[in-house]
């Protein structure tokens, strides 16, 4: 497999090194682990004879309005609210909108209330979570791998994934404007101003730079610019401001169509990737065991269209966003599932996963 979508001839021994490191790394397979569920979680039935005992962060308690015996969190060390972060795939003002209904499922659940951070770049989010400021994130692969390496005492909960019985992954594309006749592959963008979305993303930025350099197109060999969001950067090729560049793949395909933003067929797709490992939503493992918990379950659980039909979120399942992009929910993921995105850095030596 090779997930650089290799056109033409190499150049130099030193490029085939890098592309050979990297189509290895990228043959290895991304995982999707299991994650030890806990003995108990909150709402979970227990005995009367276990009334007031406690089972790792959660006690037994009795309603007297439900007359029902369950577990339910201690509460002992929470905090007084919950900041949800987003890596911007678009403004902040659109961004806010998108998680509007997770921000409120998430208030539901724990009983706290929750703010979300809008940040403006990667690095913002990034930041934010290595100094505790944000306590659960939803990344990029690879923005993921950097709060990580930065020093982020994060884990991931779970990667999105397009429908009930799918697996997390999506693709970069690249893209130009479809009235261009000198661009018909990657190859073509030597020499062009390419638009990248942010040094910290995977498909506006690691990726193509490592399909770039299957091709023979180092960093020399072109214009960068860095246009913030996948937004911002499928409309500066539309507009002209790029010649070409990088966005995901729901970016291109739908999203800025069904808002009006992009006229069907105004930009063509000369390159695609192969599979990225699924987006993750992350969480500080330094908070409340029992916090954790309940952030995780409502995530995998709840998190999702039907979930979000259920609650009023959502008047049908077709319609349904559960967060900026076309997500059906999440699946169960460990960090090691994201050991490919860290081995693609090893094979780029790119600068930026430092």
């Not at 009367?48 to 577990?71: D, P, V």
């Not at 939503?281 to 379950?297: G, H, N, Q, W, Y």
């Not at 009023?312 to 992009?325: L, N, P, Q, Y």
Request: net charge positive.
């Amino acid at each position: 497999m090779n997930i650089f979508k290799r056109e033409g001839s190499m150049v130099g021994r030193h490029s085939v090194r890098l592309i050979t490191a990297a189509a290895l790394a990228l043959s290895v397979s991304f995982p999707i682990a299991t994650l030890a569920a806990p003995s108990v979680k909150a709402g979970d039935t227990c005995a009367k004879t276990s009334l007031n005992k406690t089972s790792g962060t959660f006690k037994c308690t009795y309603s007297t309005s439900t007359k029902k015996y369950t577990w339910q969190a201690t509460r002992v060390g929470w905090p007084t609210k919950l900041i949800i972060g987003a890596v911007p795939s678009e403004n902040a003002a659109s961004m806010t909108l998108r998680y509007q209904n997770f921000v409120k499922l998430m208030s539901q659940a724990t009983g706290l209330p929750v703010e979300f951070y809008a940040a403006t770049d990667y690095a913002g989010v990034i930041e934010a979570q290595v100094a505790g400021r944000v306590d659960m994130a939803f990344y990029g692969p690879f923005s993921y791998v950097l709060a990580k390496a930065r020093g982020a005492k994060i884990d991931p909960i779970g990667a999105a994934i397009p429908s009930a019985t799918g697996k997390p992954g999506y693709y970069s594309y690249g893209i130009t404007k479809s009235s261009r006749s000198d661009v018909t592959s990657i190859k073509d963008f030597k020499g062009k101003n390419v638009c990248f979305v942010d040094a910290a993303s995977t498909s506006g930025f690691l990726y193509p730079t490592a399909g770039l350099l299957a091709n023979g197109i180092s960093s020399s060999d072109y214009t960068s610019t860095f246009a913030g969001g996948h937004d911002s950067s499928v409309l500066s090729i539309e507009r002209g401001t790029c010649d070409v560049g990088f966005a995901y793949d729901d970016m291109v395909d739908s999203l800025l169509i069904d808002q009006g933003k992009l006229a069907k067929g105004a930009v063509k797709t000369v390159w695609k990737s192969e599979v990225i490992a699924g987006s993750p939503m992350a969480v500080r493992v330094d908070l409340p065991k029992d916090l954790v918990e309940i952030i995780r379950t409502t995530v995998l659980e709840k998190a999702n269209v039907p979930g979000f039909v259920a609650a009023g979120f959502c008047a049908t399942a077709t319609d349904c966003r559960i967060i900026e992009d076309k997500s059906w929910g999440f699946t169960k993921v460990a960090d090691s599932y994201y050991d490919g995105i860290r081995q693609v850095c090893e094979a780029t030596r790119s600068t930026k996963c430092r």
